[in-house]
Every structure is written in C-alpha cells, then in structure tokens.
C-alpha cells in the first residue's frame, strides 16, 4: 500500500465554497478525527446538500462509512468522488479497502489495475490478490514485469515459487533461474538458487556442475561452498570436500545453522571414515564465531566410538560458550562418574544444583560419586533431598533406592538397606 496522508485535504478541492460550508466541512473533519464517525456521516451529508458537485466531500463519506464497516454506502459515496476525479489516487485507494475488507476479490483487483500506475506496492498487492483467487497466470505476468523494471527480489521470488509449487511447475521454476543465470552471469544469487533448485529435483549432476560453474566466475565465493563440499564428499573428492568446509566454516556471510549442517554431515562422514578424525577436530575450531553446538558434535562422535575422555574435553569446551546449558552440564557429570572421577562429579553436581536445584539426576549424580568416596552419610543426605524431585520417572527414581540400599548397608543399617532394595526391585519389575 502506497503511503498517503488520507486526512491531509488540499484546499483546492473545496473549491468556492462559503465560509459555512468549510466550517461544516472541517467540523466533520474533527468529528473524524475523534473517531464520532456517525456525527461525521451527518455533517458531510449536509455539506453534500449545499453543494453536490464536490468530490472532496463524497470521499470523506465514503472514508467514514467504511470506518462504520457500512460498505455499501462507502462504495457508493466513493464512486461518486471518483466519477468526478477518475485517476484521483486517494479516491482509489480508499475505495480497494473497501473491497479488501469484504474479501470482494474481483472488484479489488478492478481497482488495483487502475491504482498500479502510482507505485509498484499497488502490483504487489495486485500479485497477492491473484494468488487468492489462485489466478497464477496473471500473478506471473506481474510478477515478471515488476522483476524486470526493477530488479529480483527475494520477497517476489518467494511468491514466485509459492506459485510454482503450487501449479507444479518445477521445470517452469528451473527454466526461470536458467534464463537469469545466463541473462547476468555475474549474479551470485542466480547460481545458488540455480544449485538449490537442481537438488531440490535431484538432479544433483546438473547442480554440481552450477556449483563449479559459479566457482570458476567468482573463484573467492563462499556461499557455493556450501553446495560443492556434499557433492565432493558424493564423488568421493574428500581433500576437495574438506577444503570447501573449511571455507564455508569459516565464512562469515553463512549462518551458524548450515555451519552446523556442515559440521554434523562431516561427523557422520568420519563416522565411516574414522582415518579423518583430525581434520574433523580441525575443522571444529574454524567457525568464525564461538559455537557450542560444533563442540557438541564433535564430543557425540567421540562418545559413539567409546572415547570418553575425548567426548569430555569437548563437551568441557562447549559448556565454557553455552554456560550452564542443562544437557550439556548433564553429559559432563556423567562422564565424570564413567571416568571415576568422583571427587570433580562431587565439587560440579553440587555447583550444578545451585543453578538447578530440582533437577534429580544432580543429586543422583551427587549421591552415587559420594558413595564412591565412602562418605556414605552425604550421600543419604543429598539422595533423601532428591527423591522429593522425581516426577513420573520409575528407573530414576529405582536407581536412587540402589543408592540409598547401599549407603544404607555401608553404614551398617541392613534393615534400612533392605527396605530400599525392595522398593528399587519392585519398580524394577513393573518395568
């Protein structure tokens, strides 16, 4: 919608009019103006009595029956104003929200054909209007004139493939950026979308050669980067592949969310290829602004292959960016009970629960390294208090019974330590 000061009047259009009339007609202005729409409606009517012939006042009827939702009598009054002045923008304007309000598709549209002349914002919504009545034929059409008087835009180029995926129009789509790529060859963008496109149909070898293509025409570009790295990874060009992640990682123009993309595709990637593992621990110190989650892949992928002492370190690293992230926090103590290190899981469980002090698996955690270290007292202590936390988790709530049984019995009270060993077994069995 093109930007208009609807209230602003231009003296000129009251024409010779006595000074009565121009009292009534800005009293109406003001009653306008305080939302009394019904004491505007009134007023105007009068002004209409002493002098018919101007347009003003049948537009500012119209404007205020449409503030009263009264959309005949706006379309009327309206019509009126713009028999007089037929290219009056304003005019127009107001009588297409008549329309737009009733959901009248087809008289909207009317209007925007002879408002589109003013301003390119008229055809955009002229190309909104066609998508509703599922006109894409003309939507196109529209669409391609506004492209080539003014340039692609990615807000037409997602109604445009709104268009093409709903009339299935996939070769249409490709043949449209085909066209682009070699009208300017020079765009960037032309050749991504190009790349997205082909792979979006699998045809994955007309993509990589788009890649290479834009490569050899912007030899510095790092967004195709993100392209070319799967498809040498495909060909099995793992230096080449490697070498694109490098780029793409440490690119600032690509968003942390396909770095991870990036990142994850090669971890599964050294998954199959473990004689890679280096690259990969160099490839996750490259993003170019500090990650967590990159840590986290890598310190997945060590677990996976049982290297718990490597999964640490990494996920060490991950907690120093992300804080006290919850998971991450969680892994780490864990890791530290598998590793025996039970005097470290004791000092952070315990700093972990001032961060989250209802989370039972701190006090699980905090309870079992206790009892690794014989003191058997604490460890009751710090389960008894976690218990009241569990919340329908039946194995969590056996594996604290466990603790309890064997400070308990540690300690010397068998009674007490049989009692718990019942309750763990019994949860254990309904399970």
């Known amino acids: 919608m093109s930007q208009i000061d609807y209230n602003k009047v231009n003296q000129d259009d009251l024409g010779e009019v006595d000074d009565k009339l121009q009292e009534l007609f800005f009293e109406a202005l003001k009653q306008k103006g305080i939302e009394n729409y019904d004491k505007a409606v009134q007023i105007l009517l009068k002004c209409i009595e002493i002098d018919d012939d101007q347009s003003v006042f049948y537009y500012e009827l119209g404007k205020n029956y449409n503030k009263l939702k009264n959309f005949g009598e706006a379309e009327d009054a309206l019509k009126e104003a713009i028999k007089d002045e037929p290219s009056n923008e304003w005019y127009l304007d107001e009588l297409y929200d008549v329309y737009a309000q009733q959901n009248d598709y087809n ?80 765009e960037e963008a032309n050749y991504l979308a190009l790349i997205y496109r082909y792979s979006e149909n699998n045809d994955k070898e007309k993509a990589f050669e788009t890649a290479k293509k834009l490569l050899e025409i912007k030899p510095n570009s790092q967004l195709v980067h993100l392209a070319l790295y799967k498809f040498y990874l495909e060909e099995g060009n793992v230096d080449k592949a490697i070498n694109s992640m490098k780029i793409a990682l440490k690119s600032t123009l690509i968003k942390p969310e396909a770095k991870m993309m990036v990142l994850s595709d090669f971890v599964n990637f050294v998954g199959s290829h473990p004689e890679y593992e280096d690259d990969l621990v160099e490839i996750t110190n490259l993003t170019s602004e500090p990650n967590g989650k990159s840590n986290v892949e890598v310190a997945q992928y060590f677990l996976a292959k049982g290297d718990k002492k490597k999964a640490l370190e990494y996920y060490e690293e991950a907690l120093k960016i992300e804080g006290n992230n919850y998971g991450i ?85 068998t009674a007490k330590a049989k009692t718990f060993s019942n309750k763990a077994n019994k949860l254990e069995s309904t399970n």
Not at 131 to 151: F, N, P
Not at 352 to 380: C, D, H, M, T, W
């Open 329 to 413: 926090l969680r892994n780490i103590l864990l890791l530290h009970i598998d590793l025996e290190q039970y005097e470290t899981a004791v000092e952070k469980s315990n700093k972990a629960l001032e961060s989250y002090p209802s989370q039972p698996v701190f006090y699980l955690v905090n309870g079992v390294s206790l009892n690794r270290l014989k003191r058997f007292k604490e460890a009751i202590s710090t389960l008894e208090m976690g218990l009241d936390y569990i919340i329908e988790d039946s194995k969590m709530e056996a594996d604290f019974y466990k603790q309890l049984s064997l400070a308990h019995s540690e300690l010397g009270n």
């Open 107 to 186: 008289k909207a549209i009317k209007t925007l054909k002879q408002l589109a002349d003013y301003h390119p914002d008229y055809k955009e919504d002229l190309v909104a209007l066609y998508m509703r009545t599922k006109d894409y034929k003309d939507a196109l059409k529209i669409l391609d004139e506004l492209d080539e008087k003014y340039g692609i835009s990615y807000a037409r180029d997602v109604v445009r493939n709104q268009i093409y995926a709903a009339t299935g129009q996939k070769e249409k789509q490709i043949e449209n950026l085909e066209e682009r790529v070699e009208g300017n060859p020079d």
